[in-house]
């Protein structure tokens, strides 16, 4: 991990972010039936869905870590920006939710926002494929 | 009714525990650069009572956000969480004295305000 080019350390986010909350969403589908409650956590716990997002977590989470060590909180934080744009369009494409203009409006504000947070002009950082992402 | 609840209640916890969990994260990473040894991610873990937190933090959130998954639609849900792009600069400013430049201010309030745009259109 610690000789993981940066651009490969980015990359995964996204990917992971968005297999991570398609798996708890269909965690959320299958204990829908059932009051929160013991019972509930017992059906979570025993969904494949959860497990399948705990695995992309604890890759998220090794992934984060080795970016953590080489950035500050609020320089590597908008990394994960472009998971906003592929978990929405998720959204819409296989759970088939409702699509509204002032939610696209309001996803490019927090996307814009999220890249002037993290571009600034200042490197930041002046380790080995920092400016290839 | 219950979207409201996850709206106003729930997902406002998630954003309270993830930006709490993210902090202790990092400054139990912070430590290294006053350790002589350079440890791995497991022993770190193990050893560091602060990164206990945050996993505790992050299991409370996990239970939180499946319910909110539950009635509200992924894609109002998520974007909300968005406001963690405030919340974090600015405990890396108050906690961890983290430089924050006047952009980074404008860029917080420019996400705040997408957030309370896609919140609205889920209540």
């Known amino acids: 991990m610690k000789s993981a080019p940066t651009w490969l350390l980015w990359g995964c986010l996204p990917i992971f972010n968005t297999l991570n909350q398609a798996a708890l969403k269909m965690t959320a589908g299958a204990v829908i039936h059932e009051a929160f409650g013991l019972q509930w956590l017992f059906d979570a716990a025993m969904s494949p869905y959860i497990w399948m997002s705990f695995a992309c977590e604890i890759i998220n989470f090794v992934v984060w870590m080795t970016i953590l060590k080489r950035h500050n909180v609020s320089q590597a934080f908008p990394l994960t920006a472009i998971s906003y744009a592929t978990i929405m369009i998720t959204g819409w494409l296989v759970f088939h939710e409702p699509m509204q203009w002032a939610q696209l409006i309001g996803i490019a504000m927090i996307m814009g926002g999220i890249a002037m947070l993290g571009f600034s002009p200042k490197p930041s950082s002046p380790d080995d494929g920092g400016d290839r992402a | ?123």
């Open chain 2, 1 to 123: 009714m219950t979207q409201n609840f996850d709206i106003f209640i729930l997902i406002p916890f998630c954003i309270l525990a993830e930006t709490i969990s993210v902090i202790c994260f990092k400054h139990g990473v912070n430590q290294d650069e006053k350790s002589p040894v350079d440890v791995g991610i497991a022993m770190m873990i193990l050893t560091r009572p602060i990164l206990w937190l945050g996993l505790l933090l992050w299991a409370a959130q996990l239970i939180a956000w499946v319910t909110v998954l539950e009635h509200t639609p992924l894609s109002i849900a998520y974007p909300l969480m968005g406001l963690i792009y405030c919340t974090v600069p600015l405990s890396g400013k108050w906690f961890l004295g983290e430089r924050l430049p006047s952009r980074q201010w404008l860029a917080t309030g420019i996400i705040a305000a997408g957030v309370m745009l896609v919140g609205s259109t889920g209540i």
